[in-house]
């Protein structure tokens, strides 16, 4: 039996929680550095006092086996949602197409799409082994290259100070971050100049997102609001997705919508001031739903790697020589499941 070592698993998105439960039930020791201020990554919900907003991924799909029996771990969280029966809409908003049989069933978490990364996180989380706001800067191999590594990291601003800190002890890293990230991190740190290379040709869009409440909608004698789908792909030219948040499983019954701007639409607008981008996307909203009314609750949120456009291929690169690896849906695709596929990988590779 593999002797236990201690990994250092840089992310905490849906790879990074698959990977780092993986590693955990190997029998290894996981310490998860995450940016942000929980774990989720893309799996992410934004709340408002009119209920959440799935603000990054909609739902997913299940197509491979060990993801399924992941889900089992934590039984009754996810739930199908009744909009697999997605509309396709043209520039006008009209119908094109609807209730395709060949779609597969949409499955949301509940209460929030959140609400699974940290349930598989809670274990890693009570246990301390994660270090949200605390973003890793560089890599570093201590003892020359067969000793360990150590972490360079940036924490929370106090005082107008940010906390530079350094952690070692670690024998292998394994980053689960978005491509551009993982690819600035090792160059940054001098480090497997191939695989750099290998990640420059991977194309991931931004989207920007605009979340709206119209708790109106509820007053009695007014009736439903907007359109009779749930959610839609359009070709409209600025918007990609919309779906009504409260016609999911376990939500909030206000009238929500989040709408997910189209990959060109973001990339030309990337640099734009959200309060532009807000009343660009509303009035496309109002376009392609026919609601007009203006919104109680109104938000915008720009993800800078969204969707992958052309992914690296294989689920994972592994150095088992000097433990240094990467994972990351980006490697296989755009979907959740393939996140989770990409992290199972890597850290079956590594243990």
């Not at 290894?28 to 603000?55: C, I, L, Q, Y």
């Not at 209460?111 to 890793?136: E, I």
Request: hydrophobic residues 40%; glycine residues 10%.
């Amino acid at each position: 039996m593999p002797k236990p070592r201690h990994f250092a698993v840089i992310g905490a998105g849906i790879a990074g929680i698959g990977c780092a439960r993986t590693l955990v039930q190997a029998g290894h020791t996981v310490t998860v550095f995450e940016k942000n201020w929980r774990p989720g990554g893309r799996m992410a919900t934004r709340r408002s006092p009119f209920g959440g907003f799935d603000h990054g991924a909609q739902y997913f799909t299940v197509r491979d086996s060990r993801f399924a029996l992941a889900l089992q771990t934590v039984p009754d969280l996810c739930k199908p949602w009744s909009a697999n029966a997605v509309r396709v809409l043209d520039e006008h908003g009209r119908t094109v197409a609807a209730g395709l049989p060949t779609q597969e069933p949409h499955w949301v978490a509940t209460p929030g799409m959140n609400d699974l990364p940290q349930q598989w996180a809670k274990p890693l989380l009570t246990a301390g082994s994660v270090r949200t706001q605390t973003r890793v800067t560089r890599l570093e191999r201590t003892g020359g290259t067969s000793g360990g590594w150590r972490m360079h990291t940036v924490g929370p601003d106090t005082d107008g100070q940010h906390e530079r800190t350094s952690f070692s002890g670690f024998d292998a890293v394994i980053l689960a971050i978005p491509a551009w990230q993982a690819r600035e991190l090792l160059e940054n740190s001098e480090l497997a100049t191939d695989w750099v290379q290998q990640i420059d040709k991977v194309e991931v869009a931004p989207c920007w997102t605009l979340m709206v409440a119209f708790p109106q909608a509820m007053q009695p004698g007014l009736g439903a609001l907007g359109p009779q789908w749930n959610a839609a792909r359009s070709t409209h030219h600025r918007i990609a997705w919309l779906s009504r948040e409260s016609s999911k499983p376990g939500r909030s019954p206000v009238e929500r919508w989040t709408v997910q701007a189209s990959a060109q639409w973001s990339q030309e607008h990337l640099q734009d001031d959200p309060g532009r981008v807000q009343a660009k996307l509303q009035k496309a909203f109002a376009e392609v739903t026919g609601i007009r009314a203006e919104p109680a609750h109104v938000d915008v949120h720009r993800w800078m790697f969204a969707k992958t456009l052309r992914p690296l291929g294989p689920s994972h690169l592994w150095d088992s020589s000097s433990g240094l690896g990467v994972c990351g849906d980006w490697c296989l695709g755009h979907r959740v499941e393939a996140g989770f596929i990409s992290g199972l990988e890597m850290a079956l590779a590594a243990a």
